[in-house]
Each structure stands twice: as structure tokens, then as C-alpha cells.
Antibody, heavy 118, light 107 residues
Framework: EVQLVETGGGLVQPGRSLKLSCVAS????????MSWTRQAPGKGLEWVAS????????YYPDSVKGRFTISRDNAQNTLYLQMNSLRSEDTATYYC???????????WGQGVMVTVSS | DIQMTQSPSFLSASVGDRVTINCKAS??????LNWYQQKLGEAPKLLIY???NLQTGIPSRFSGSGSGTDYTLTISSLQPEDVATYFC?????????FGAGTKLELK
């Protein structure tokens, strides 16, 4: 069974940093691209970052480019999201997602809440 | 970026009803359209990928159709456990973009 478990969320002040982790199990982690997606309270979903299976390439939307960094440790089956220069508009639940063989975002973790507030 | 316009935003239906939810893309997305179900307090779940392919384990009352810019999710006979918010996703070109969601409730 595919499982994705996120940790690292919390309350952080604007301008500060936070690092999220996602431990994957139930599949061969280093065979799959992985992504982060977020959902602001009461809002829709927004893709945040993706990384290739080797970690050699990463992709971001303009809203987080230059502030967020996605990375992975294939030996530890772990995905990361380093978030710097956080803004109030980054407040959201962040989901770790797998990009499957036929479709992106085929499995999702339970999510972790990040609140950016002074 | 490709904009996804989802309708309706809110839908109330009775058990056994046929329900349809629509997504319209701002340009041709070549059937790269997924549908997700999100129950209250839970993570989204993939229902249908690439317009009409049912994800493993999803009941056959869910189906998808469409082409070009217009896509539809159909629930053939609504069940109580289908109460949820439904989102579409286009993955034709980056950035992948989601519809705003349809909240489905029982009448």
C-alpha cells in the first residue's frame, strides 16, 4: 500500500524558513517523480514543486520560484520542501504527492499545515 | 497558464441521482484531465485520469468524458459516501492547474 507521511509543519513568522519532510513507503521511491501541492484554507489546490526520480531536475511555479526548494533522499525514501522567505499567502496545508506511471498526483499524503503569521 | 473553470461550485442531489460536474480549460488540454475527490478533513483521492480512465479501486458509477477544452465527471447513481468536494486537474502543460472545486451535498 502506498503511504506518504508528511511532517514539519507549524506556525512560523513572515520572512522565516521551514522545512517539510515526507516519508514514502509501499512503492519503489526512486522510480517516481514526486511533487508538493498545497491548499490554502477554504481555497483550491495549487501545485508547488516537482522533482525527477533521480533528483537531477526540479520544477516550480512562479509563485514560489527562488523561495522554495524541493529535494529528495532516495536512500531514506524521503522527500523535502525547504521554504524560505515565507509569506502570509503561503499559509496552507501542504501535501506530498506521487507522480504515477499514468498520471501525476496519483497518491497523496494526509497533509501538514503551515501557518505564516506574526 | 491554463485556467480551469469548474461548474457548478455547489451541487445538491438525492441518493440515486445522476450527477454531472464540468471543467472547461482555457485552451485545448488534449485529454490530460484528472478528477479528484476530497472528503472533509481528508487528502484528495484520484478518481479518473486522462479524461476517462478509472483509477484502481474506484467504483464504476464514476466515469469521465470530454475532449479539447470541455470535460465532465459523471456519477451515475449518487451514494451517501459520495458527499465530497470534487476537483479537476489539467496536466497538459506546466504549471499543472486545478479547478476551484465542486462541493456535492445530499438533498
Amino acid at each position: 500500500e502506498v503511504q506518504l507521511v508528511e511532517t514539519g509543519g507549524g506556525l512560523v513568522q513572515p520572512g522565516r524558513s521551514l522545512k517539510l519532510s515526507c516519508v514514502a513507503s509501499g512503492f519503489t521511491f526512486n522510480n517516481y517523480w514526486m511533487s508538493w501541492t498545497r491548499q490554502a484554507p477554504g481555497k483550491g489546490l495549487e501545485w508547488v514543486a516537482s522533482i525527477t526520480n533521480s533528483g537531477g531536475s526540479t520544477y516550480y511555479p512562479d509563485s514560489v520560484k527562488g523561495r522554495f526548494t524541493i529535494s529528495r533522499d532516495n536512500a531514506q525514501n524521503t522527500l523535502y520542501l525547504q521554504m524560505n522567505s515565507l509569506r502570509s499567502e503561503d499559509t496552507a496545508t501542504y501535501y506530498c504527492t506521487r507522480d504515477g506511471d499514468s498520471s501525476p498526483f496519483d497518491y497523496w499524503g494526509q497533509g501538514v499545515m503551515v501557518t505564516v503569521s506574526s | 497558464d491554463i485556467q480551469m473553470t469548474q461548474s457548478p461550485s455547489f451541487l445538491s442531489a438525492s441518493v440515486g441521482d445522476r450527477v454531472t460536474i464540468n471543467c472547461k480549460a482555457s485552451q485545448n488540454i488534449n485529454k490530460y484531465l484528472n478528477w479528484y475527490q476530497q472528503k472533509l478533513g481528508e487528502a484528495p483521492k484520484l478518481l479518473i485520469y486522462n479524461t476517462n480512465n478509472l483509477q484502481t479501486g474506484i467504483p464504476s458509477r464514476f466515469s469521465g468524458s470530454g475532449s479539447g477544452t470541455d470535460y465532465t465527471l459523471t456519477i451515475s447513481s449518487l451514494q451517501p459516501e459520495d458527499v465530497a468536494t470534487y476537483f479537476c486537474l489539467q496536466h497538459s502543460s506546466r504549471p499543472d492547474t486545478f479547478g476551484a472545486g465542486t462541493k456535492l451535498e445530499l438533498k
